[in-house]
């Protein structure tokens, strides 16, 4: 276990609510215990008490919570404080912590400690901060299948396999006569194909699940009274309940997130993109713009009583060429044709009504397909941005030993590689830095 110091924080979300947790880790916390807590508190057992101060004068009554190391989150002695959800009650209890010697914590921090004490691994750790940053309700439920391990799991089979395929790999090398020979008894290219098959399947998963956690950007484009409102709106449907923005991107007119099968779409409506009025809309604006420019899809929604004009060609003139496009031609319930989806030298046309709601599905469908979204999410972990350029690089590493099969020291080499590029999901090999990013971005309290 990593020796370190107290840290405390309040753990409940900013504001009013019925419960509010002060959360506090370290070592040795049984003094702790007694100069904040009114009575005895047993390990792991819920004990209603007075929260005092340093003249023994309640700040506050609640249920005080202890889990002596290293049978906790942090793997450190932690003691949780449930109190009365109040801002001014909850600061007062973080500053009495303070005065008996805690320091406040850094976002992550606890989970940091989680971390570096062994009870998670890295993959673990960020699904934490991926389940509280949950848009959709499955990506929540990918989240916790990633903290319960199912990723590392899968991981840390690749890295089994590979680590049989490198022994034999240094044991030809001690014996430089038989070397070759060595291998291709022990079918050393069919275990190695066998693995890049594995891998293949990992990182064909991770990148439905980084699609679940990142979401699809489109942008919305049309001339006024097309019906961009009114598509916006039938795709937001019933679900925009649960959709939240994801962390980072403000919810404003311009940018709207819906669910799609459990995808998260955020859709940027370039109608709010007028002349700005000050600085700060100017800095919104040059925003939108970036964002324009990194969309995964451009909807060009149509009138289909009128056809596509002039006016709908100059505006697919002005927005930046490189995400792919797609056509919606919209308010076919007024017109003698059913919703479709058509190829042509235009590339994807989808017919549909944003009033009637006919073809709506069809454009979902063809917005998934736009990025790769296989149905049927049994199952699914989620991954990061982070993870799947880590299992790409292992990729390319068991590419290069696969082409490299006749020449042992390299392809020791690139199997080594390999390995600390699957390491690094699971943090067996990960630069400090590198933790400070990640945690660094999680909630402080968690
Ligand atoms: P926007 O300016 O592109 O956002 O267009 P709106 O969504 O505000 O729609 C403009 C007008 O077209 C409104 O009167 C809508 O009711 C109407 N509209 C939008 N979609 C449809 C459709 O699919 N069928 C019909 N008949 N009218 C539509």
């Known amino acids: 276990m990593t020796e ?31 100069g904040i807590v009114s009575r005895p508190v047993p390990p792991r057992r819920a004990t209603l008490a007075d929260f005092i101060d340093a003249r023994g004068s309640a700040i506050d009554q609640g249920i005080a919570l202890y889990f002596p190391a290293p049978r906790s989150y942090t793997g450190e002695d932690v003691l949780e404080l449930h109190g009365h959800g109040g801002p001014v009650v909850l600061q007062l209890l973080l500053k009495r912590c303070l005065e008996l010697g805690a320091r406040p914590a850094q976002p992550g921090e606890f989970t940091r400690r989680a971390y570096l004490n062994d009870k998670i691994d890295l993959a673990q750790a960020e699904s934490v901060a991926d389940l509280i940053d949950a ?12 903290l319960q391990g199912a990723f590392s ?21 001690d014996f430089p006569e038989e070397d070759v020979e060595l291998i291709e008894h022990a079918d050393g290219a069919g275990r190695l194909a066998n693995l890049q098959a594995k891998l293949r399947e990992v990182l064909s998963s991770s990148q439905q699940g980084s699609l679940l956690r990142e979401g699809l950007r489109v942008v ?29 991107t403000t919810r404003d007119a311009i940018r709207q997130s819906v669910s799609i099968e459990g995808v998260p779409v955020h859709i940027i409506d370039t109608a709010g993109l007028r002349p700005p009025n000050d600085a700060v809309e100017k800095l919104g604006i040059a925003r939108t713009w970036t964002a324009i420019e990194h969309a995964d899809l451009v909807l060009l929604l149509l009138d289909a009583t009128q056809g596509e004009g002039a006016a709908d060609r100059e505006i697919m003139r002005d927005l930046p060429a490189g995400p792919p496009r797609l056509r919606v031609m919209n308010k076919i319930d007024l017109v003698p044709r059913g919703p479709a989806v058509e190829y042509g030298s235009s590339g994807c ?25 296989q149905r049927g999410t049994e199952g699914l972990f989620m991954a990061r941005a982070r993870h799947l350029h880590a299992l790409q690089l292992a990729q390319r590493h068991l590419e290069q030993a696969s082409r490299e099969m006749g020449k042992l020291e390299i ?4 199997l080594r590689l390999c390995q600390q590029a699957l390491g690094s999901i699971t943090g067996e090999f990960t630069p400090d830095d590198l933790l400070g990013e990640i945690f660094e971005r999680f909630c402080i309290g968690k």
Do not use: H, Y
């Not at 590979?162 to 034999?168: E, K, M, N, S, T």
């Not at 009274?225 to 994801?246: Q, W, Y």
């Open 153 to 173: 799991q899968r991981v840390d089979e690749l890295i089994q396999a590979l680590v049989g395929l490198r022994a034999l790999v240094e044991a030809a090398l």
């Open 4 to 34: 370190s110091d107290i840290i405390a924080a309040i753990s409940t979300a900013p504001g009013r609510g019925g419960i509010g947790v002060v959360r506090i880790s370290g070592p040795r916390l049984e003094k702790f215990l007694s």
């Open 349 to 373: 046309t989808v017919w549909l009504s944003a009033k009637t709601g006919e073809g709506v599905d069809l454009l979902q469908r063809a917005l998934l397909e736009s990025v790769g979204w």
């Open 220 to 248: 919305l484009v049309g001339r006024p009274n097309v019906g961009k409102s009114s598509l916006l709106n039938r795709l937001a449907g019933e679900e925009l309940a649960i959709v939240t923005d994801i962390a980072g």
């Open 411 to 414: 392809l020791a080499e690139e």
């Open 135 to 146: 848009s959709t309700a499955e990506a929540a439920r990918s989240a916790v299948r990633s």
